[in-house]
Every structure is written in C-alpha cells, then in structure tokens.
C-alpha cells in the first residue's frame, strides 16, 4: 500500500506563488511516475503535471506551461509543486497521485493511488 498526503495549499493573491508538497509512503517499488491533478466542483479531476519516479523526466500541461514546475526530492521521497503567477482560474483542491505500469500517463484512471488534496485559492 502506498499512502500520499498534500500540503501547501492555501489563499494568495493573483500573481502570487505557492509551493505544494506530496508527500510518498509505503511499499513504492512499483511505483513509476507521481502526478498533480486539480479539481473544482462539478468538474472532472484535470492533470496538471507529473515526473517519473527517478525524477528523470517531468511533464506539464498546456494550461500551467511557464508557471507551474515539478520537482523530486527522492532521499524524503517527496514531491513538490511550484505554482507562480497564480490566477483566479488556478483555484481548485490539488491532490497529487502514484501510479503503477506505464509512467507517461495524464488519465487519472491510470494513477492507483490519491491523497487527500489540498486547497488552493487564488483571488483577483
């Protein structure tokens, strides 16, 4: 079993930068990529960016492309988001991801394991 818990959300201004933390434990062999996704009400759960267990490689969506940045820390098995120049629309509850198998993956379908997401809120 593989437990994640977030951290580091909260409310800034636009503009603004904030820093998530997930952090990874449990049997984690088989782990091969950890990801971010966000939500909002009503919505479905939407990729944000994941990195492979190494830490080798790192993939971003379009939408947070120049503003948002993954990153590994492997000896504290962490992983960390890097959120700048928020805006309003980046408003969501953040929840950070494992997955098993194929490591390039954007479909929360293929991801096994979920924290319990943190906030983020982002005034104009």
């Known amino acids: 079993q593989v437990h994640l818990a977030e951290s580091g959300g909260g409310r800034v201004q636009a503009g603004g930068s904030l820093r998530l933390s997930c952090s990874i434990v449990?049997?984690?062999?088989?782990?091969?990529?950890v990801g971010w996704f966000r939500q909002t009400p009503g919505m479905e759960r939407e990729f944000v960016g994941r990195?492979?267990?190494?830490?080798?490689?790192?993939y971003v969506a379009d939408s947070v492309k120049g503003r948002f940045t993954i990153s590994r820390e492997n000896a504290k098995n962490m992983m960390y988001l890097q959120m700048n120049d928020l805006a309003p629309q980046d408003t969501a509850l953040y929840y950070c991801?494992?997955?098993?198998?194929?490591?390039?993956?954007?479909?929360?379908?293929?991801?096994?394991?979920w924290g319990q997401g943190t906030q983020v809120t982002v005034s104009s």
């Open positions: 990195i492979t267990w190494n830490g080798a490689h790192t």
């Open positions: 449990g049997n984690t062999a088989d782990i091969t990529a």
């Open positions: 991801g494992a997955k098993r198998g194929i490591s390039s993956s954007e479909n929360t379908k293929h991801y096994d394991y």
